[in-house]
């Protein structure tokens, strides 16, 4: 990463948040804007684009029916997979998802399957044998720092957009009926990225602050206030009293932006 | 294609999605979408929503590629896993390494390969929607997008299908005619030099049935090609007025 | 390609074919010799061996039972895979098929395709359960150029030379009977590509001329003068008005070829 | 985790193999047990049996991956065919893509990265029978293994779970726990720098019962560390008793 | 392999080897200590722990259901799979099996399969349909040369090892009962691997023979002193004397072997 | 192979395919079959259709294989999909990696490696038809196209197998023998030096059967090596004439 920014740049970035402020005049504790758009893929059966500052992603759900796993007989199937494609990024390569995307792909599918955010008990559609498979595709389009919270308050976005077909079981077969139904949810977790600069605590890195940060902890929390995934990640360490601290910011943030967002 | 298709066109000759033989669907191109690319473009064309990115001329890599005489142009057309009525897997198609492969050499002849030894320049192209045509829509997109990443090019590449409904030939097939029609006929070109770069067939035409899909596809072209050079402008001026 | 002939090469060839004359002695619309074996893999239901001058392909064909697809439930299946072999040539790799091979088997398949070639309706066992998959393999053994036409007449002329067993439906299952009938066939189609050199157009290039050659274009037609396929290749372009010319003498050279072949 | 969990810890406070609730698995740990890696370490923690092995300072290959300012760590977490209930695929899982990259990042804080530019070391952990908290055990045989090897390190890294069962924040989940406990927090520490490297969490805490868990996993990380440094110290006295 | 071993090591080992001796002092006919270990992985049906020498060979054994070959619908199947982790050996690379590691699996495989030593026709539970299938799985943790004898023995003492469910067939369906009993075993061949240097042949070659020798020959023979499976390696040759005083040798170590193993 | 067979041999010693015990099938062999290969030849062996092609001694690729002490020769032994029976997926299956290995090391010991370092050699064999025996006829088919592309060789190696059909001891199995017989010893040999390059052996021989099937495909191969050395002459002879 070093040859992404200077140590020039890097000296400048560590003096402006010793004083409090970052390269993009956000304080320490902010956030960048959030916009989330709903709906734009009309032939997937869920959709949202979020713009995190400038990091893009399209998040796709499609709902296709499926056999359960062996364990869970009863219980439909959330799956999470996420592409870093070519376009979002000179660094990012075509060809099957390395490291990065599958790390990105397994936290956003922790925040939501640990929450229960969507209901698997009632896309059984008969116990051991057929159920609904809800695939969630992560398309980064534009990478500017912080994919796991951009991606993970798009996956939501789509799951609460996602209609599925009415249907009923007539003799053992499925016959679609008129209408949609929204998928069933439980709870709406959200998830905050804190990053670590020599030993002071950002939220919502964006590119030219992950280029040059120690280390990153991610937090999902449900409603409650409550915590339902945690992943540090990057090459540096946090002490106990960062992880207290950088727990309480992501909280504190995940109910500000549980208001501002209406979830 | 089919062998038989249903009536796709009604008696007054209006199509399933209410256009003429000779209409094109609507469409919307813009410029410098994304911040990380060299140059990008996104479109929607019908129900299409496809976006393009150029990243280069740069070093290639791996280096063994590079070539000591002319630049090398790489494309990947890909499909988004929600972009179509099935959830496509991600891993890409023997079909879309065959799009890839004549979508770079639709856009190779726009291209002054030579100007540029040693390096190389990619393409990248993602549907996002699919609603049959990603091809063409793709090659617009993706000319743009090189354009805005500043590499000179001898004139944007243009690209739409004809096709055969029912017993008429019409312009720019939409997803039902794509399936339940009688041939498609997509046809890149370079208007201003008269260069057809990409042609290929699939279904049963008649010889003066193909001239006829031909010249009604190279129309549609220049038809876009006004709205792919608006796009562009649209773009620059903006930057202007932002200058000024 | 370059490297593969000099630039003295191709002015000379370039020369040539401004007096209409080809490094091989053709005309520039002539075809190479065509020699045609049929029957040659006893142990495939179908097999020919084409060699067009000195380009060489071996089409072996299999016929299984398996699964129609779920939008032709009443259908068979027939699929074309190529395999441009490392013995072909010294710049062939082995490895999973990478684009050439691709487009060949995805240019040849479109010929047959479309065209109808083979009567995919009369092999259907169990609408929706069980068909008949016909799989066409080529086999590319020696390149010496146009490995389209050679591929395509070698899948055509296999499809001709495939054998099924008689068989019955009894209570739903597939019983073999004595004896073969041929494989249902509903049309013949021809393939034949030009390629453009400096604005001349030349039928069924050799691998000289397809190392210096601008572009080429391909049309499979069939019994009643209609095209039923076409591909543009290579980094050049043609003129519309170079299309159609192309065309007219593609159609004409797949009426000559079918009286010879007699299809 | 699970959203409801059976009854796992009995009235007394016993869980079901008999710990108390901040009571380690028995643990034993081994150095330099194979002859052809640079350091390795062998660990049962539980009824985990994992070997880790170290290789290098040494060259990178393939060289491009080599940096000009410091050495690269890699790390693979594979697990044996027969080390689960049903057999797994020896291909790696998106699973052990994680795990390994985690673990990387794990052990990364305690190496001297900008001592040895140009250079690799390559740890490789193999699990031949699991039992929940795989990760944690892997991490703690795997600095064995690379301070076997001689890489100067600023500290043992040390890896141990809690998590929550039934209502109680408990110790080292294992493998019943793991699977039907509320929740489980795996942490790599290295504890003369007071330093987290490790930490992940699946299922539901409330923030004091997340501080609960961490305090709780870094006092068990800070006994399997004396034995640990037991170990080490035994494999070089052992030696040191032979050159005598 | 000459970066290895250096020339001066080579004629090191071949003066000694012309002299009866070897550097690991042991005589030309001599395999090194072997330790075996049965049982350690409580979670696999069987599995056992071989040291020959320093090479150290875990073997496991799944025993799963599944379906049978088609051409043998009354046998259970039985496969071996073989991996050289990387931390077996500095010249070991992760990613999928080589042609080394396939080699092994497959020439473990056919001393097994070959002397029937699995009664896979025990394993059928019901015909065509629903069969045992065991799983070797062969895992080298320690390189130090002859990893197919090593690997042989562990996986036959991993076979031994191994217990399957008992079990009952109800209505078609299988039922679970308490209990365990042994594979159903009919052999129990032994391998033994012999190389050649510079015309003298040696038995269990190690890692530093490995490097330095032409060629290598490996016999699996049963109790009935019997031939089961044969395999040259390497890159020379051995002249038909050379194979059948191998032969013979290779023969009597099995026995030697045998009664040592009490298998 | 089986346990035990059904009766394939007759009462007077003939076996299904007319055979007596000692004969070889019908064998043919075309040398310079292929014009871009630097050599080729074809053989056909019972219904066995195989072709092989030499490429070399050229430039390795890549080139971090080359080594610098000596030529590197490179097998691959692939299967036509409509070789077999059942259709065969092209992907290279673990009997078609073991095998371009055994065929690699049976051919190795005819070559000068030393007088050609950081140069390759690549050997590919197609096996157009299978009919029992591929590998032996793959190998004396290499040799040849080995020894057309003039790369100079210590003797030609020539391969044949031998087996155990009910209690006979037989020469040469053909597909129904080696899928019902009792035991299938493949050998390769250079004749002119009574060097073994190959030897494998599936199924169950006494210690006497083994010796006695040794000799008998040794033999074979004798035979085998009087049509190869035909054939190489054949074709020289021809570009004598042509010379002349």
Known sequence: MSSLVTKVRLKQIEQLIENGKRLDDRGLLDTREIKIEQGIIEKAEGSARVLLGKTEVLVGVKVETGEPFPDTPDDGV??????????????????????????????????????????????????????????????VLNHDGNLI????????AALMNTKMPNYEIKDGDLKIKQGYTPLPMKSHPITVTIGKINNHLIVD??????????????????????????????????????ILEASKIALDKAVELRKKLNW | MNEKSEKLIDKKGIRGDGRKADELRPLKLQVGVLSNADGSAY???????????????????????????????????????????????????????????????????ALFLELYPRTGVDVFVEVLQADGGTRCAAITAAALAIADAGVPMRDLVVACAA??????????????????????????????????????????????????????????????????????????????????
Chains 1, 3, 5 share one sequence.
């Not at chain 1, 990012?92 to 925040?111: M, Q, W």
């Not at chain 2, 390494?97 to 979508?103: H, R």
Request: hydrophobic share 40%.
């Open chain 2, 163 to 244: 096709g055969k409904v029912d017993d008429t030939v019409v312009l720019d097939l939409y997803d039902a005619e794509d399936k339940l029609g009688l041939a498609d006929v997509p046809v890149a070109y370079m208007p201003s030099l008269n260069a057809v770069t990409l042609l290929q067939m699939d279904g049963i035409l008649k010889p003066n049935e193909f001239e006829k899909a031909l010249n009604m596809a190279m129309e549609g072209c220049k038809k876009i090609y006004e709205i792919q050079k608006e796009a562009l402008k649209t773009k620059y001026m903006v930057v202007k007025e932002v200058d000024e």
């Open chain 1, 78 to 139: 959330m799956t999470v997979n996420a592409e870093l494609v070519p376009l979002a990024s000179p660094n990012f390569e075509p060809g099957p998802p390395d490291e990065n995307s599958i790390e990105l792909a397994r936290v956003v599918d922790r925040g939501i399957r640990e929450s229960h955010a969507v209901d698997t008990e009632k896309l059984c559609i008969e116990s051991g044998k057929k159920v609904f498979v809800v695939f969630v595709d992560v398309y």
């Open chain 2, 43 to 109: 479109i929607e064309h019908g129900k299409n929503k496809i976006l393009a990115a150029a990243f280069g001329p740069r070093e290639m890599h791996p280096k063994h590629l590079a070539q000591p005489d002319r630049m090398v142009l790489r494309c990947r057309y890909h499909m988004a896993p929600f972009s179509v009525q099935e959830r496509k897997s991600p891993a890409p198609s023997r079909r879309e390494v065959e799009l890839s492969k004549v979508i770079k050499e639709a856009l190779e002849p």
């Open chain 1, 205 to 242: 890195p964006w590119l030219e602050e992950e280029a040059v940060m120690d280390s990153r902890i991610t937090f999902a929390s449900n409603e409650a206030g409550n915590i339902c995934a945690i992943q540090k990640g990057g090459n540096s360490y946090f002490t106990p009293q960062q």
């Open chain 1, 149 to 156: 919270d951009a991606s993970a308050i798009a996956a939501m």
